[in-house]
């Protein structure tokens, strides 16, 4: 039995999960005296726990970029600038996907390594369109018009038309949180749930309960959608073999004229416990899973999406994927980094609510401004506090 244990824990799917267990079995191989156990979650299970309690029982931990807020107020898990080579790190600043090693530097610290990388892009199954002799969509009129004739699935979650939200408030000009009062002011607010509501008035209501996942799984499972124009890429469904049927993916429609949607930055980071009894082997295995050289082949060949940028520009993880990573590159490169102060993740759990609420059921716009700015200046209060 080995004499260093260490547990992890991450969320629950193919590609949350295979490659950290995969990689895990390998290191146990080149390290006997070290065995690393990985616990599944869902991603609600990830915002009804804190992280911060987590890591009194895991030494290793998958977590989204605003929490590192709250990482640097409570001081609960290491930082890793402390702990990694400069050398290292300035890899991982070189190699960066978008935005995603510097959304997990809060206050001076780096809090996480971008083991993951996401970011809404459009996905569609070439073969219908091939099929009925269409054309991809690839401007916002286009999107429209598709969605009109019932071939447009797109995730309608809560949290999913939050993320939406911000992007369409780029697309009209505004960023979001430029203000401690407000997310947005109220014009550009508005003109954001007119623009929302003319899409999602036109896709199936079934919609508003379903997550990027969900979405991907009805599209290779039916022939009834043909185009998802903004749902948080998974690789998984564009490698042979993985669903019933083949999902292309590539880059967001033009809002105007060579303007092209800005969508919110995801995946995920790779933290370590402060409370690890085993700290020291917890790091070293966080920087090697998260090395160029593995992320650009082991990582990405067990499942994974990759935040090292080595693998978005190689020629056997694209070719593994039908071209996901270099088709989507673009978008991961201009997307939208989410606040992450801490008490962010209070307002980005609720106030998802009163969008989902409004463009289900209707109601006053104005309402849902009220109730999102409330939300916000609440947690600017509490992080302040």
């Known amino acids: 039995m080995a004499t260093i244990q260490l547990k992890g824990i991450t969320w629950g799917h193919s590609r949350g999960y295979t490659p950290l267990?995969?990689?895990?079995?390998?290191?146990?191989?080149?390290?006997?005296?070290?065995?690393i156990t990985w616990k599944q979650r869902t991603l609600q299970e990830f915002a009804d726990f804190p992280i911060e309690k987590l890591t009194e029982r895991y030494d290793l931990l998958?977590?989204?970029?605003?929490?590192?807020?709250?990482?640097?107020?409570?001081?609960?898990?290491?930082?890793?600038?402390?702990?990694?080579?400069?050398?290292?790190?300035?890899?991982?600043?070189?190699?960066?996907?978008?935005?995603?090693?510097?959304?997990?530097?809060?206050?001076?610290?780096q809090w996480g390594l971008a083991i993951d990388a996401a970011t809404p892009v459009?996905?569609?199954r070439a073969d219908l369109f091939e099929q009925h002799q269409a054309e991809v969509p690839t401007t916002w009129d286009a999107l429209l018009e598709l969605a009109s004739r019932g071939n447009v699935a797109v995730p309608a979650i809560p949290i999913d038309l939050l993320m939406n939200f911000y992007m369409f408030c780029l697309a009209h000009g505004k960023t979001p949180f430029s203000s401690e009062e407000e997310v947005i002011d109220a014009e550009t607010g508005l003109q954001v749930l007119?623009?929302?509501?003319d899409l999602y008035g036109r896709v199936d209501k079934t919609f508003f309960?379903?997550?990027?996942?969900?979405?991907?799984?009805?599209?290779?499972?039916?022939?009834?959608?043909?185009?998802?124009?903004?749902?948080?890429?998974?690789?998984?469904?564009?490698?042979?073999?993985y669903a019933a049927q083949l999902l292309t993916y590539g880059d967001l429609v033009d809002f105007r004229p060579g303007e092209k949607l800005r969508s919110t930055l995801g995946g995920t980071g790779l933290a370590v416990s402060a409370f690890s009894a085993h700290p020291e082997w917890a790091v070293r295995f966080a920087e090697a899973i998260v090395s160029g050289p593995c992320q650009s082949t082991f990582y990405v060949e067990h499942g994974g999406q990759p935040g090292h940028r080595a693998a978005w520009t190689s020629e056997s993880a694209n070719q593994?994927?039908?071209?996901?990573?270099?088709?989507?590159?673009?978008?991961?490169d201009r997307a939208f980094t989410r606040p992450r102060y801490n008490g962010y993740l209070?307002?980005?759990?609720?106030?998802?609510?009163?969008?989902?609420?409004?463009?289900k059921e209707g109601g006053s716009p104005e309402r849902v401004l009220?109730?999102?700015?409330?939300?916000?200046?609440?947690?600017?209060?509490?992080?302040?506090a």
């Not at 799984?217 to 490698?239: H, I, K, L, Q």
């Not at 209070?346 to 463009?359: E, I, N, T, V």
């Open 21 to 35: 267990g995969a990689f895990s079995q390998r290191f146990s191989e080149l390290h006997p005296d070290v065995e």
């Open 346 to 359: 209070h307002f980005q759990d609720h106030a998802g609510d009163p969008l989902h609420r409004y463009l």
């Open 122 to 124: 459009a996905s569609y």
């Open 62 to 109: 998958i977590i989204d970029h605003p929490w590192v807020g709250c990482a640097d107020a409570t001081r609960c898990v290491l930082p890793l600038d402390e702990h990694l080579s400069e050398a290292y790190l300035d890899d991982q600043a070189q190699n960066s996907v978008g935005n995603s090693h510097r959304s997990y530097q809060y206050g001076g610290h």
């Open 320 to 332: 593994l994927t039908h071209q996901f990573f270099r088709s989507t590159l673009p978008a991961l």
């Open 194 to 197: 007119d623009t929302m509501g």
């Open 370 to 384: 009220q109730e999102i700015n409330q939300l916000y200046r609440e947690s600017r209060k509490n992080a302040k």
């Open 209 to 241: 309960s379903r997550n990027p996942i969900a979405v991907a799984e009805v599209m290779t499972r039916t022939d009834d959608y043909w185009y998802c124009p903004f749902a948080y890429g998974y690789s998984n469904y564009s490698r042979t073999g």
